[in-house]
């Protein structure tokens, strides 16, 4: 029985410097911190079913589902008012625009690009989100001329 011990001693023992020469280590602090999905949104029904989460959190990021402005208008009013629902939904639940790391922009028709920009310039902040910006075949839904959804972090 004692050359079985020290045989999965050894077989530990050469793991943890496996694991220590590749950077893990046998007990991740932060893989057991419990963190789980929280909806903190509504929850969007179909038939219903329930079809999407408005806004999840979970651990210290917050993720937004996608606004639209479904009202008249141009594209900088849709932008401005898209804006401004996304920080009213990143403030409600502890964060900022400062504090958004993502940001998805989907447009009706990319000739509303330039527009969609001059709204959108400077709303997050000296040190902006990365962002990615598509003209969505189709349309987005809703008749919106923009859809932005983002992630941001909760610290």
């Known amino acids: 029985m004692k050359s079985k011990t020290n045989r999965r001693s050894a077989f530990k023992k ?3 410097m496996l694991g220590a020469a590749f950077g893990m280590t046998a007990v ?3 893989a057991g911190n419990g963190s789980k999905k ?11 079913v329930p079809l999407f989460s408005g806004a999840v959190k979970h651990g210290n990021t917050l993720y ?12 900088k009013s849709h932008t401005d008012h898209v804006l401004k629902e996304l920080e009213k939904e990143l403030v ?23 527009g969609m920009n001059e709204v ?7 040190n902006p989100p990365v962002r990615t910006t598509v003209a ?14 983002c992630i941001a972090a909760l610290d």
């Open 38 to 48: 929280e909806v903190v949104g509504e929850i969007v029904q179909d038939q219903n």
């Open 28 to 30: 991740d602090a932060k």
């Open 92 to 114: 409600k639940n502890g964060s900022s625009m400062e504090k958004v790391l993502k940001v998805n922009v989907y447009l009706h028709d990319l000739e509303d690009y330039k």
């Open 14 to 16: 050469i793991g943890m």
């Open 64 to 75: 937004i589902a996608g606004k639209g402005a479904h009202f008249e208008g141009d594209i």
């Open 120 to 126: 959108y310039r400077g709303r997050f902040g000296k």
């Open 136 to 149: 969505v075949y189709g349309g987005v839904p809703g008749n919106s001329l923009v859809e932005i959804d």
